[in-house]
Every structure is written in C-alpha cells, then in structure tokens.
C-alpha cells in the first residue's frame, strides 16, 4: 500500500509542478509579458491545463485513489499522507464530474465575457456585457447540474473557494452582521468627518516604492523566496512556499494604494512563504481557502498596518521620506489612514463599510442561482441594495454593477470569501493578544517576529490540510463568527469618531 | 493521410507549446527568479521534460511518423508540410534513440560538473572540475554510442547544433581560414596600436541602456513581441517569434558591453520575431541553426554596428548622451571600438582573433572524442594552442581552460557555430549589398528598414526549414565559405592599420 502512496505522490506531484509553472506564467502575463504573446500565452497555459486535466482525471488514477481509500481511513486522520488522500479524492471527484468539452465552452465563453465587460464598463453599458453573462449563468446552472443536489445549488459553488462551506452558514453569519454594521455606519455618520486630505498629494514614486519594502521586510516577508514588482492590479502569486511573488501598485498622488496594498499581498506571501517544505510538491500547498488567505492579508493590512501602534512606531520614518507630511500630527495621520465613508466601490472601501459591499454581492448571486432575479434586472437591483445599505447611489453602472472582473471569469461563489477573511482576522486577533499580551508593545518597537511565528505555527505551516471551519475551530476553539469583528470595530471607530 | 497529419501538427504544437514554456522558465530563471526558487525550478522544467519527452518518444507517434513518411515524399520537399514531417522524423529518431535513464544520468552529471566548475573557476583551480569533465567525457562517447556510425563520431554531436553539417566540412573551412586570419593579425600587430581609453571611463548605466534601446527600436526590434531586461550574462530568450526577450549588461566604466551586447541580441532576436506566423506552434519555428543564428546577431554587432556609416548616424547622438566623448572625433572612436589585440578571453575578442579562439576549442573537442588528448592534459594543450595562435598565455586555468561555461553543460560540438556564424554574416552581407547596392548611404542615414527586410524575406521567414548548408546556398548561391570574412577583415582592418 505504501509503494501505491508513493505512486500517488509522484502523480500529485507531477500536477503540482504544472501547477507551479501556471503560477509563474500567469505572474509574467501580469508583469513583464510583451502584449503581443498574449495568443501565443493563451495556447500554451491551455496545454498545459489539458495535460493537467488529462493526468488529473485518468482512470488510472481514479483505481489507485480507490485502493487508497481504505488506507486512509487506518491513518491518523490529521496526518499529512491522510489528508493528503482526502484532497486528492476531492480534487479527483470534482475534476471528472466536469465534461472536458464543458471545460473548454467555458474558458471560451468567459474569455469573449472577459472582453465584454471590459469595454461595457469602460463605456458603463451593461447591455454589452448582458448576454455574456446570461450565456455565463446558464453554464453556471449546467455546472451545478454536474454535482450530488446539494442543501442550496450555490453550496456547489462556494465550496470550490471555501472547502466545506455551506451557503447557510455564511447567510445566517452576515445576516447576523449586517444591522450591526449598518448601525455602526450610521453612527459615524453623525460624527464630523475626520481629515484625510494630507493623503492626496504628490508622494514620489520611488520613496513609496522603498517605504513599502521597508515595512514589509520587517514585517518579515522573505526576499530569497519572493521579490516585487508592480502590475495594474495588485496580486500574489507564483507557486507558493520558496518562489511566492506580490505585485503593489504607486500612485503618484495618494499614498494609500502603495501603503496598504503592499502590506496586503505581503500578508499573502507570507501566508504561502509559511507552509511546511514538507508540502512542497503535494497537494496541500497554499492556503486553507480564500477566506483565511483574505485573513492573513487583512490582518496585515488592517490590524497591524491601519493600527496605532504600528504608526507610532513607522509615521517618523514616513515623514522623513516625505517631508510634506512634516505638519500633520500622528493622531491626524492614524484617523486620517481610517476615514469611514460609504462609497460606491468595493476595493476602495474602508473597514467599516467593506463588508456590506460583499453582502450585496453574495444576495445578488444567490438570487441568481435561484433565478429570483433575472440578468436584465441587476443595474437596478445593485443601485437599490447598495442604496439601502450604504445609502449611495452610482451614477452609473462602471461605478455600479460593472465594477468587478469576477462574474466575467465566472467566477460565482467567491466574494464572500472577502468578508469571511475580515472576520477571521479578528478572530486570530483576539487569540493572538491573549497568547501574545504584550503585542501592541512590540508592534510599537516594529517588531514582528512573535506575531509572524504564532501565524506561521498556528495557520501557515498547515498549508491546506485543514477546511477552513475545522482550521478556525482548532485555532480559537469556535467556527467563523462575527463577534470579534464587530468588537474589533466599535472599539477602533469608537475611539477615532467619539462614539 | 491528411487527418493523420493534423494528428502529427497537434502532437507537435503541444510539443512546441510545452518547449515555449520551458523557454519563458529560462528566462525568468536567469532574470527574475528568486534565489531560493532554484531546487522547486529544477523540479518544475524536469517535469515538463519528462512529459515532452514522453510525448516525442511515443510510440503513437513513431507509427504515425511511419506512415506519414510516403505521403512527405509525395509533396514539394521545400513546403511547409514537408519539413515539418521531416523534423518530426528526425527529432524522432534523435529523442528515441537516446534511453530516458541516460537523459536522467546525464542531468545529474551537468548540474553537478557545472557547480564543480564554477569553483574551479573561482578559485583558478582545474583539478576540481577535471573528475567531472572526466565523466562528462564518458557520457559523450556514450552518447554517440547511442548512434549509428557516422562519418566523424564528433559528427554526430555537432549535428545537434548545425543539422547535417560534417566534421569535414567544419574543418576544411577552419584549416583555409586559420593561416589567413593569423597572418593579418601579424601585419595588425606590426602597425601602431590604435586607443580606445575613452571606451574605459565612467558611462551613466541608465544612459548607456537609453542609448541601447534607441538603437536597436531604430534597427526594427519590436518591442510590441518582446522586451529587455538585465542578466549577468545576456541572452535571447523566449517562446519565439511574439514572445522573444533580450537581455543586456550595463558595465558602469565602460561602453562596449551594452552597446554591442545588446546589438548583439536583437539580432538574434529580429531572426526569431520574423519566422513566419505559419510556423507557431511547428517544430519549425526559431532559426536554421545556431550558426546561422549567429550570423544575425554578429551581423548587427559589427557589420552594422562596428562600421564607419552605422557611427556616422549614431556618433553625434551618442556624443550627446556623454559629453566625455566630446573631444574624441568620430575617426578615433571608429577605431577605437575595432581595436585588435590577441586576448585571453573568447567572449572579450575582436572581430580579427575571435575565429582562431573557436578553431582551438574544436580541435581540443575532436581530440577529446578521438581519445588522443586527456582530459587531465587539457590545460596544458589549450596554454600550447593559444600560444600557437595568439601569441599569449593564460597566467591561471580560469583565463584559459576553465573560461567557458560550455562543457560542463556537456555541450561539445557547440563552439564552432560561433565561428561558422561570423563567416555566414560576411557571406550574406556580400549578397545584401548586390541587392542594396546604397545600403552604407542607408546606414549613414540611420535606416535599417530595407536590410530588415531583406533578412525577414531571405532568411528569417523560413525559421528551421532549411539545413544551414542548404539555406546559405539558396541564398547566396555557394555553401559556407570563409573568402567573404577575410575579403571583409582584410579591407576594414587594411584602412583602420593603414596596412
């Protein structure tokens, strides 16, 4: 049975290593790839997607999955050959319940929705991107249609980005945020707005580019395993473990997008720089699933880079870069990096109203697969739901329905992902102070190393061997839960808008 | 039959697609890639070999070969479909005839011989890297073992490189050229020395790579297909044709690395962009051979770019970028850049003794696969011949022997396309000017469109589907011949000696 294990691990490996090579050519396609290989790119990432495809679904390994299968259950269900049967038996399983000529409609079909939505948002017509997207939940539909009914058709869904999960789990989770939130909001509404201006002015690109690098190399992303670059849209990516690279993204009059979103892809990284090299070549590289991915990155980014502290010690090493912000005092900078506005676009929300621009989306999408709502009506259901949330309304459809790439790659089930991860991230918090209680000190001192070895023993290290439930349940000893969130929250805006 | 060869084309364009990864790996490993990435690379580009490899020693492919061999013989032997069938046979027979666990052994020997012989160089030491080359020798002859007898064993590893071409060619043409090229270097060294100090002072490095890239836009690069970036030692890289990259070195104290470097690559990167978009996805893309391909890339670093008319258009501007060069007419940077000195490094000589650095590096070749020199007296034989033929000697093995990187790759049989390309350009360029007969008076006015063109239309376009011999007669109307160089050396370096 061993000598089996051994040819399964060959085999997982083979796929891995394809897989590592996507990652690269897709970090180049994003990076450096001259515009006129993008054909050429196109062919051979869909080569390699068969070979995978081919070797991923072969009969024969499907007989050796079954011989294993029995074997598995002898083993010690958190061991690393245990679960790495389980994942390859699910990997197995929902490879071949998809028709490879299925497949193939399907890249075609979203690579012309692709080029759909992008002209519909750039000139806000959403009747050009509409047909697209009714070809895309039809298939959508036809790849539910390939799996066991589940408790709700949009579990199928869900469960290819968080492993697991049911749909009425994460419901009854925001449904129980979402007043919470609104209320908080309104809260703050009531209050004076805080100063942000000092953030809209020339910062050189050079000097962001190196402050970034600086906190991020103290935060301790490791620079012999990844490197940086930019690209319009910022991303980790790479195959994870000793090759993991981020992109960031300077603008030259805002310090934000340079600032946060390098300490967000560099909480990414370090996620995939944590898992044990033992992982390397298997099936059990990269995170638990997109929502504690998202917590690493929001923890970074928020709980640590958005915090007090962490400025207490960086903002004099800030102002020296940019002598520009020599007048603006510390507490004027942290509320400032924190401003609370309700705003029509989800990647430029802040903390506060984030994840009610997920909620919409995830509503939005449920009713869709249960055909509530019809493609040719979502304008006006997105303009009436961000309305009733965060009381905006886009002027137009770019700002609105339009905004996000993610349904014309097809990709449905994955926002909630965003908001999951927000508050998993304050659930680490709170199990992070108590087993670290001097952590803002050292945040204080720019030291990272005992919050950066509490991650990496507790979430990184187990790469995905756990689903995403078990994984937080084993860690903070509850499922998912939107409590720490909140308190994380009132606490923060409380103090920043004199709740 | 005609299915049958759609089914050779598929085979072959997954072939072609996986060895265009392999490529953009290549590039990435040597540009981009973090240090720490190496072992996970090494793993990734072997599996993608072992597949491409299982895939070219098929069977299913062999019987497929098979039968396409009578239907090959009824077409025009010079189309398309021809030639693809005929490198599909011969990249058959040459990939079937070698066992996988050579290819394995041999894998392991190289990476171990070439980190072997990077200390040996380092440290000037040959008896570190000798036992390596010692079994690195013992694959060689296992390796043409693997063939039918040929003419010259050492045929058969030079057909790697220039399909077709004999030992006995290489050598007739070698041992015409030899006499020739050493008695010019004498007349050379009896005359006056020409001064380039001024190419040896500080150059600003982003204005050096400015200049670099204005250059090789002007010579019709297409930046659109490819890019530049930074290597420690350049290189062409890439899928081929809408994906092809160069590299360049920046030396801060001295002009000649970038500036001919980079010309240097772009020709070799012109040929590779102007195979025809018939050929993507063949097994006929890239060039004829490795020294027709260095017939492109030495043609636009030095009949182009080292000639009088070519610094009549760019000298002013260059002048302008360094105002150093202020008080150096044209006339002396002229000669400047053609200086001849016998030197100790391949890589560093001039147009007049670099030929003789490849015929003494054949001769030891064919003497090692002869069995009539030992790899324990290499250093020994090679002080001998330098001497012989440059009248200097090597102070250590690191500026001798151990300079190369070659054969600890393995790679023998490589060198003397070096030399082959620098007469095929000479060659050619006799030709061009029959048919551009203003072509200096082009040059002089910095136009490079008509000579592009004349390449794309005469050379480039047909990518592989000509044996070297065959394209250069076709072009050219004689096989490779070395009277062009020698015509060509003896009037440049007749005017620049005052011989």
Request: charged share 25%.
């Amino acid at each position: 049975m061993e000598k089996k294990l051994e040819k399964l691990k060959e085999t997982i490996a083979t796929l891995a290593d394809i897989g590592g090579v996507q990652a690269i050519l897709g970090w180049d396609q994003q990076t450096y790839m001259p515009p006129g290989a993008a054909e050429m790119r196109g062919q051979q990432t869909a080569t390699l997607g068969r070979l995978a495809h081919e070797i991923g679904t072969s009969p024969e390994l499907g007989k050796l999955l079954d011989e294993l299968r029995p074997y598995a259950a002898s083993l010690d269900p958190d061991s690393d050959d245990a679960r790495l049967i389980k994942f390859a038996i699910r990997d197995y399983e929902r490879a071949t319940r998809v028709p490879a000529d299925f497949v193939v409609e399907q890249a075609q079909v979203v690579t012309l929705a692709n080029q759909a939505w992008a002209e519909a948002r750039g000139k806000s017509d959403f009747s050009i991107f509409r047909p697209h997207l009714e070809k895309i939940m039809e298939l959508t539909h036809r790849f539910v249609g390939f799996f066991p009914p589940a408790d709700h058709p949009y579990d199928i869904l869900l469960d290819a980005f968080e492993p697991e999960m049911k749909t009425a789990d994460v419901k009854a989770i925001f449904d129980a945020l979402r007043p919470q939130q609104v209320e908080l909001i309104k809260a703050i509404a009531a209050q004076p707005q805080v100063d942000d201006s000092f953030l809209h002015q020339p910062f050189d690109e050079q000097k962001q580019w190196d402050f970034g690098v600086e906190v991020i190399t103290k935060f301790g992303y490791d620079w012999q395993r990844g490197r940086q670059d930019k690209s319009a849209h910022p991303f980790t990516g790479g195959p994870g473990v000793n090759d993991v690279r981020i992109t960031t993204r300077v603008t030259p009059d805002f310090l934000n997008s340079m600032l946060f979103g390098t300490m967000h892809e560099a909480g990414h990284a370090m996620y995939e720089q944590g898992v044990a090299q033992t992982l390397v070549r298997t099936n059990l590289i990269g995170g638990a699933s997109l929502a504690v991915h998202e917590s690493q990155s929001r923890m970074w980014e928020n709980l640590v880079g958005r915090s007090y502290p962490f400025w207490q010690h960086f903002y004099p090493a800030l102002q020296e870069k940019f002598p520009q912000l020599a007048g603006v005092p510390l507490d004027t900078f942290y509320k400032g990096i924190n401003k609370v506005q309700p705003s029509l676009i989800r990647v430029e929300a802040d903390e506060a109203t984030y994840n009610l621009h997920i909620m919409l989306r995830l509503e939005i999408e449920m009713a869709l697969i249960e055909d509530k709502v019809a493609v040719k009506d979502l304008p006006e259901v997105w303009n009436a739901k961000i309305n009733e949330y965060l009381g905006v309304t886009p002027p137009n459809d770019s700002q609105g329905v339009l905004q996000d790439i993610h349904w014309s790659w097809g990709l449905f089930g994955y926002f909630s992902t965003y908001a999951l991860g927000n508050l998993i991230s304050a659930q680490l918090w709170e199990k992070i102070n108590q087993d670290i209680p001097d952590l803002d000190e050292q945040i204080r001192q720019g030291k990272f190393d005992a919050l950066l070895g509490w991650l990496r023993a507790n979430i990184h290290v187990h790469g995905r061997k756990f689903m995403p439930q078990e994984l937080v349940q084993r860690v903070v000893g509850s499922k998912i839960d939107s409590a720490p969130y909140m308190r994380y929250l009132r606490k923060k805006y409380g103090e920043i808008y004199s709740l």
